[in-house]
């Protein structure tokens, strides 16, 4: 709505703007106000009786209409930018053997809308932030000994220089991934390290579930991964990415960095972050 707001008034600002320029051009250049009834009627008349008239006069109208809509063009370029925008694709598989049934993760297309999301959180949000915040010495020992798990660091590296934020690894629904990061456009990653596939499907699908809750008009577009060294699941699944090792994942996340970020995307970017946030305080609750 603020920026809404913010197009209708640049928008009135840019055509009073192109107004006085060509009023004061013509009055300069043609002795014409374009604010007087007298010198229209003068004009009309002048048409009528087939006078010839500068060419440059009516130049001059092409010229600020032309001014006018290139201006609107830049005012509305994010907003035209995502209605044009295609939907995203499915990111491919690095393996090619046939995949296992799986219970599948709904798959969300990316529409993005330059607007900060709006959103629809419980009412009693602010006091859960404060309860978590009062019970971080309480959890100390959890995470510290989450933060000790070695592949944290090296696959929080991995997203981070190729353009993800890595987020806190909340808890959802009993399950603690070893990663848990953010991209541009609605993205989210979740990954973890020989986990239980079950167990990362049903906070799948628990996070899932908060996001439509919480946030109306805009997907989230999961994806997840596990780094199976155990050789536990079949290295191609339809719904959860499978590597055999740290290398493998960094070879594919090179090939599939997160989208750029550019100026007219920022503002949107940092209000799914601070959502992201505000999520992960919530969901520990849940």
């Known amino acids: 709505m603020k920026n809404k707001l913010e197009h209708i008034l640049l928008s ?40 010839p008239i500068s060419t440059g006069f009516y130049i001059s109208f092409v010229i600020a209409i032309l001014i006018f809509v290139i ?6 370029r994010s907003t035209l930018k995502q209605i044009l925008k295609p939907k995203a694709q499915n990111i491919p598989l690095p393996a090619t053997e046939q995949p ?46 989450t933060e000790t798990n070695p592949y944290n660091s090296i696959i929080s590296e991995i997203f ?12 959802i629904s009993g399950f603690v991934p070893n990663l848990f990061a953010i991209g ?10 020989d986990c239980d596939i079950e167990k990362m499907m049903s906070g799948i699908q628990k996070l899932d ?32 990415l499978i590597f055999k090792s740290v290398d493998e994942l960094k ?13 007219t995307d920022q503002e949107s970017f940092d209000s799914y972050s601070e959502y992201i946030d505000t999520i992960i305080q919530y969901i520990k609750n849940i």
């Open 160 to 171: 981070s220089n190729n353009g993800y934020v890595v987020k806190p690894n909340p808890k």
């Open 12 to 51: 009135i600002l840019l055509g009073l703007s192109v107004l006085l320029g060509l009023s004061f051009w013509l009055n300069t250049i043609f002795n014409f106000n374009i604010f007087c009834g007298t010198h229209w009627d003068e004009f009309a008349k002048l048409q009528a009786t087939q006078t």
């Open 184 to 193: 541009n456009n609605e993205v989210v990653w979740i990954g973890g390290v």
């Open 71 to 76: 201006g609107l063009y830049f005012i509305y």
């Open 209 to 240: 579930s908060v996001f439509k809750e919480t946030l109306e008009d805009i997907p989230i577009n999961i994806n997840a991964f596990i780094i199976d060294t155990l050789n536990r699941y079949n290295s191609e699944n339809n719904d959860i």
């Open 251 to 263: 070879d594919f996340i090179e090939q599939h960095p997160a989208d750029d970020i550019t100026e």
């Open 100 to 145: 296992e049934p799986e219970t599948k993760v709904p798959e969300q297309p990316i529409v993005f809308d330059n607007r900060p999301p709006r959103l629809n959180l419980p009412n009693n949000m602010a006091q859960i932030a404060t309860y978590n915040h009062a019970r971080i010495v309480e959890q100390q020992p959890t995470n510290k000994q």
